[in-house]
Each structure stands twice: as C-alpha cells, then as structure tokens.
Nanobody
C-alpha cells in the first residue's frame, strides 16, 4: 500500500503561480512513476504531468512550458510548480503513484484561478 498526502493549492489570479507538493509513504519501493492529474467540474480526469523513477517527465500539451514537475530531495516527494496560471487550469489536482501492485491516489487539492 502507498499513501499520498498533497499540499499546496488554493486561489490565485490569472498569471500567478502555485506550487503543489506530494509525499508518498508506505511501500514506496514499489513506485515506478508519480504523476499529477486534474479534474475540472463536468470533465474527465486528465493527466497533467508524470515523472518516472529515472527522472523522465511527460506533460500534457496544455501545460507545457508553464508547469514543471520535479522530485524533492527526499525520493518519495514530488512537486508541481505551476506558472502563468489560466482560469482553465481550475480543477481538483490529484497526486498519483503508479506502482507494481496498482495505482494509488491522493485526496486531491483544489486549485482555483480567477480571471
């Protein structure tokens, strides 16, 4: 089992920045990759960014050049730096751990970007 705890998020004006963090605990040795997904009201959950165990990253086209996902000094932590935020970035953001036994999800954190 892997437990994920997210922090960060909140309300920001368009053009502003926010930083999300996620800490994994439990069977972290089983994690192959970690990622951030988001779900806006009435929309499906979508991938935002993923980072593999070797540090390779992949981003959704809609956030490329604005969002940066990175690992913390502690191997079980990841962050998502979000710059130049747009109202369409408003969503609940979820941290996920992609592990051998299955995928694990955090509780989600709200990001609201006002115009």
């Amino acid at each position: 089992q892997v437990q994920l705890v997210e922090s960060g998020g909140g309300l920001v004006q368009a053009g502003g920045s926010l930083r999300l963090s996620c800490a994994a605990s439990g069977s972290i040795f089983s994690i192959n990759a970690m990622g951030w997904y988001r779900q806006a009201p009435g929309k499906q959950r979508e991938m935002v960014a993923i980072i593999t165990s070797v540090g390779s990253t992949n981003y959704a086209d809609s956030v490329k050049g604005r969002f940066t996902m990175s690992r913390g000094t502690a191997k079980n932590t990841v962050s998502l730096q979000m710059n130049s935020l747009k109202p369409e970035d408003t969503a609940v953001y979820y941290c996920t751990a992609l592990a051998g036994p299955g995928d694990y999800w955090g509780q989600g954190t709200q990001v609201t970007v006002s115009s």
